[in-house]
């Protein structure tokens, strides 16, 4: 069974990756794709997604300046849509999620990219993210169990 926030998370990458592909033109309201899930989802994992989602269209023109500015000899126009959209959203949930440990979110983008894209892209996602964390959580103490 998946982990409500790993579900959120998956939601929040498919729906960015719907508005990216369309440019953001004719996408239907996120809360119409959301009510469109079989099995519905738990209000934990709708929670997340709608912050999720949000905090990556209300800033998306900073998180793009943030990763291009960090993906030395990468264009975001070059990056395979799913990519730019996980690492949108692994960096949205570092600054709009505090209560999200580092280690865990960047974990999360990886399987993503596992998942949805290529292990070469679970690499790259891994490297950036982990990269753009420094200049977020630098000084996050992550106690290991």
């Known amino acids: ?7 959120g998370r998956e939601l929040a990458l498919q729906y960015l990756y719907m508005y ?33 989602v949000d905090a990556v269209l209300q800033h998306l023109d900073e998180l793009d300046q943030e990763i291009a500015a960090s993906a030395h ?3 975001l126009r070059r990056m395979a849509i799913v990519d730019r959209n996980i690492l949108r959203l692994g960096l949205a949930e570092l600054i709009a999620c505090p209560e ?8 999360e983008a990886v399987d ?12 790259f996602v891994n490297g950036l993210l982990d990269k753009i964390r420094l200049k977020y959580r630098a ?4 106690i290991e169990t």
């Open 139 to 142: 000084q996050e103490v992550v």
């Open 20 to 52: 990216d592909l369309l440019s953001g033109v004719d996408v239907q309201p996120l809360n119409d794709y959301l009510s469109m899930q079989d099995p519905a989802p738990k209000a934990e994992a709708l929670g997340l997604t709608r912050t999720l």
């Open 112 to 123: 993503l990219a596992r998942r949805y894209s290529s292990e070469a892209a679970c690499g």
């Open 73 to 75: 000899n990468w264009s």
């Open 1 to 7: 069974m998946t982990h409500p926030n790993t579900y």
């Open 100 to 107: 999200s440990p580092y280690p865990v979110i960047i974990n």
